[in-house]
């Protein structure tokens, strides 16, 4: 079985990994999506609260799997027999930090290879901090989000208010 993983920090998923995961589940049998424990990274979102927006998300793709990992991704692929490491790419500037990502990675476990796809130009602009920046001083970015990303915004923004 061809078991891939797609990585990242989903904080939240949007319109543009949804996008790549279209694309990307013809390719392999399994694709696991994980989101990373990340002590560093301040989250709007908890990783339970993430995990279940991408379940709810792409439950209508029966070969995406949800999961969460901490520590090395590398040893986490070996774990899960992964042959492959699905990321996006949007702009030229996203391709600096990936290629150093995907080199570090291929020094740790050689066997597995990054996959990269270019998102399509309608979501070019999108990532997971604009949305948050943009909903949270009170923008429309519900075509940009899954239907549960933007009720949990909504319910975030209410909170906070
Ligand atoms: O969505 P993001 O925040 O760009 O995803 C980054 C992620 C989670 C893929 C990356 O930070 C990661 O793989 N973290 C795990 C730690 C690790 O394995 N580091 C070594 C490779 S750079």
């Known amino acids: 079985m061809k078991v891939a993983v ?40 908890s990783l339970e609260e993430r995990v ?3 379940k709810e998300s792409t439950n209508h793709m029966d070969n995406i799997e949800v999961d969460s990992f901490n520590g090395l991704l590398s040893n986490y692929l070996q774990e899960k027999q992964a042959i492959a490491i ?11 930090y990936e290629m150093h990502m995907s080199m570090m ?5 050689p066997e597995v290879d990054t996959i990269f796809i270019m998102s399509d130009s309608k979501n070019i602009y999108v990532s997971s901090s ?8 009170g923008g429309d970015i519900s075509s940009l989000v ?7 915004l909504g319910e975030k923004i209410k909170k906070n208010d």
């Open 105 to 109: 990675n291929k020094m740790l476990i």
């Open 6 to 45: 797609y990585p990242g920090s989903f904080d939240p998923i949007t319109n543009g990994h949804i996008d790549i995961l279209n694309k990307t589940s013809k390719l392999f049998d399994k694709i696991i999506v994980s989101v990373v424990h990340n002590v560093t990274k301040n989250a709007l979102f």
């Open 52 to 54: 279940e927006m991408i």
């Open 130 to 137: 604009g949305i948050k920046e943009a909903a949270l001083l």
């Open 146 to 152: 899954p239907k549960a990303v933007n009720m949990r």
């Open 86 to 96: 699905i990321r996006g790419l949007r702009t030229v500037s996203d391709f600096e």
